[in-house]
């Protein structure tokens, strides 16, 4: 008896920390706490700096919807995961004279993808699916499908998930299939999809390959797609004026669409929900969207503080990097400032980098009666939302946003902190430079470092230059820290400074595999110069 309940118990323990897809894993060491620092806003008064931009967001905003006759618009600056500043204009019912306000309710079509994509990405973390799993496992109509070449690899959920999947784009005739069943969306898979490429090979916006999540969404949870993400998403961040379903808003706070057409505006009729709402069925209020953005901005810096889910940060990270490339762009603005535009798409989320910002992350959302923006810088902590009711509006409204907030001085990005390994090794290289000792020098060095070029050679280059500068005194901090293991200094002289450069190599513990010391200053890379 006791021989049989060990094996028992061995098997039990087994289950639980071998990894299973369907079984959740409850049995796995939690890691240790972390040895970085997260990086930190180093400036205490940038929320005040930034409010200052906010009346010139808002009157840029509102000329922007008398120009373009948007019926009605409502915006939203999103920092630090608060909506801290909100912005509204014109009518969200023109036949009834109803104003916008800060609770109207807005489809944000296309923006849904993001919801869908996070519904993935939960499924994935807990175990019930792949992301390179063959998308026909959950979706067997897809079996049938003919791809282009006979080399063509099966369509995977995360091609799906970046556009990759080699499906045409879609636009506008995806907004139309919002109201098709679940039948009629199982028959169109049956009749067969063309491809424009091979599947993994470009990218090409595809409503279709969304529509395709949600029902993998459906099929995976034993729950329809708004269901499950109502559950598992919406409810959890509190986002309780967003639903696929129209007639679930309040009839007094949702916004009608419209299209201005023969210098009046028409109204759209409203689109339902359906099968393909995974691509566009979305509705909700700027609030409610400020919570969910801020739930994306929350996930930066990587730190060790609890985890408030409904989805890690490691994965809502992971939505925001890019999956697909896209070609890149160069040209200049109307005031002749260099633009660059580079980047793809993530997980429900288009990511570029441009002259001014390394990590832009955004999606937009457009249907008939409606235009729609969310848009956020990760390393800066701010976002922005705009909603219009006319067909197509764009993100007009806050196009300047950035723009406007960074003139204020209080734009500014976390600044990376050095671990405990890099001021230890800044140390040691400062009293190496004040007085050398061979033994220290030994002590500091990667394998490499005198390998490269020989520490006799780099003991003279440094008694150089302190014939040069006199006495040097020892540093109190960092001039900057590109990351936790790369750090500059300078060190005050009696003749000059030194400015000193190291990087730490990937050891335990880390020791010095660069080191640079010069009279002149170092040049580092910026944070999204361009050059023409």
């Given at each position: 008896m006791k021989f049989r309940t060990l094996l028992l118990l061995a098997a039990v323990v087994a289950a639980l920390t071998i990894p299973s897809?369907?079984?959740?894993?409850?049995?796995?060491?939690?890691?240790?706490?972390?040895t970085n620092p997260p990086a930190i806003f180093a400036d205490p008064d940038r929320r005040s700096?930034?409010?200052?931009?906010?009346?010139?967001?808002?009157?840029?905003?509102?000329?922007?919807?008398?120009?373009?006759?948007?019926?009605?618009?409502?915006?939203?600056?999103?920092?630090?995961?608060?909506?801290?500043?909100?912005?509204?204009?014109?009518?969200?019912?023109?036949?009834?004279?109803?104003?916008?306000?800060?609770?109207?309710?807005?489809?944000?079509?296309?923006?849904?993808?993001?919801?869908?994509?996070?519904?993935?990405?939960?499924?994935?973390?807990?175990?019930?699916?792949?992301?390179?799993?063959a998308a026909e496992r959950y979706v067997p109509e897809l079996k049938s499908l003919r791809y282009p070449s006979s080399d063509s690899p099966r369509i995977t959920i995360r091609h799906l998930l970046s556009h990759a999947e080699g499906f045409p784009e879609d636009n506008p005739w995806g907004d139309q299939q919002l109201a098709a069943t679940e039948a009629q969306l199982s028959e169109m898979v049956r009749k067969g999809i063309?491809?424009?490429?091979?599947?993994?090979?470009?990218?090409?916006?595809?409503?279709?390959?969304?529509a395709l999540l949600g029902r993998i969404v459906t099929n995976v949870s034993g729950t329809p797609y708004r269901d499950y993400v109502a559950e598992a998403i919406l409810r959890p961040l509190g986002m309780k004026s967003t639903t696929l379903e129209p007639g679930a808003v309040p009839k007094d706070r949702i916004a009608r669409g419209y299209r201005w057409e023969d210098n009046i505006w028409k109204e759209e009729p409203p689109l339902p929900d359906g099968a393909f709402g995974a691509m566009g069925g979305m509705l909700t209020s700027l609030d409610d969207l400020g919570r969910y953005v801020g739930t994306f901005l929350a996930a930066w810096p990587p730190?060790?503080?609890?985890?408030?889910?409904?989805?890690?940060?490691?994965?809502?990270?992971?939505?925001q990097q890019i999956w697909r490339s896209r070609p890149a762009s160069a040209g200049l603005t109307s005031a002749g400032k260099p633009q660059l535009n580079a980047g793809g798409y993530g997980f429900g989320l288009r990511i570029s980098q441009t002259c001014?910002?390394?990590?832009?992350?955004?999606?937009?959302?457009?249907?008939?009666?409606?235009?729609?923006?969310?848009?956020?810088?990760?390393?800066?902590?701010?976002?922005?939302?705009?909603?219009?009711?006319?067909?197509?509006t764009g993100g007009g409204a806050v196009a300047n946003a950035f723009e406007l907030l960074a003139k204020t001085g209080g734009l500014q990005p976390r600044m990376p902190q050095p671990s405990d390994a890099l001021v230890q090794a800044r140390d040691a290289v400062s009293r190496l430079i004040m007085k050398w000792d061979d033994q220290e020098a030994d002590r500091v060095a990667a394998m490499n470092l005198y390998l490269d070029r020989s520490k006799e050679r780099r003991r003279?280059?440094?008694?150089?230059?302190?014939?040069?500068?006199?006495?040097?005194?020892?540093?109190?901090?960092?001039?900057?820290?590109?990351?936790?293991?790369?750090?500059?200094?300078?060190?005050?002289?009696?003749?000059?400074?030194?400015?000193?450069?190291?990087?730490l190599a990937p050891t335990i513990p880390p020791l010095v595999q660069?080191?640079?010391?010069?009279?002149?200053?170092?040049?580092?890379?910026?944070?999204?110069?361009?050059?023409?």
């Open positions: 897809r369907g079984i959740r894993v409850f049995a796995q060491a939690r890691p240790a706490a972390g700096k930034l409010s200052a931009a906010f009346p010139e967001i808002d009157r840029q905003a509102a000329a922007f919807v008398e120009r373009m006759h948007v019926p009605g618009a409502a915006w939203a600056i999103v920092i630090d995961g608060a909506v801290a500043h909100v912005g509204v204009a014109g009518h969200r019912d023109i036949a009834a004279k109803a104003p916008v306000r800060r609770d109207t309710v807005f489809r944000i079509a296309s923006m849904t993808k993001s919801f869908t994509a996070m519904a993935i990405v939960k499924l994935r973390d807990e175990g019930k699916l792949s992301l390179d799993d063309p491809f424009s490429n091979t599947p993994g090979v470009a990218y090409e916006y595809s409503n279709y390959g969304f730190r060790d503080e609890p985890e408030p889910g409904p989805v890690s940060r490691a994965s809502l990270r992971e939505m001014d910002f390394n990590h832009v992350v955004a999606h937009s959302g457009g249907l008939p009666g409606f235009g729609t923006l969310m848009q956020w810088l990760p390393e800066y902590g701010v976002g922005v939302i705009a909603f219009g009711n006319l067909t197509y003279k280059e440094i008694e150089d230059l302190k014939t040069r500068v006199g006495q040097c005194a020892a540093p109190k901090s960092f001039d900057s820290v590109e990351n936790a293991l790369r750090g500059v200094w300078t060190m005050k002289c009696e003749r000059g400074d030194l400015r000193v450069s190291i990087t660069f080191l640079d010391v010069s009279t002149a200053p170092l040049v580092t890379s910026g944070g999204g110069a361009c050059r023409m």
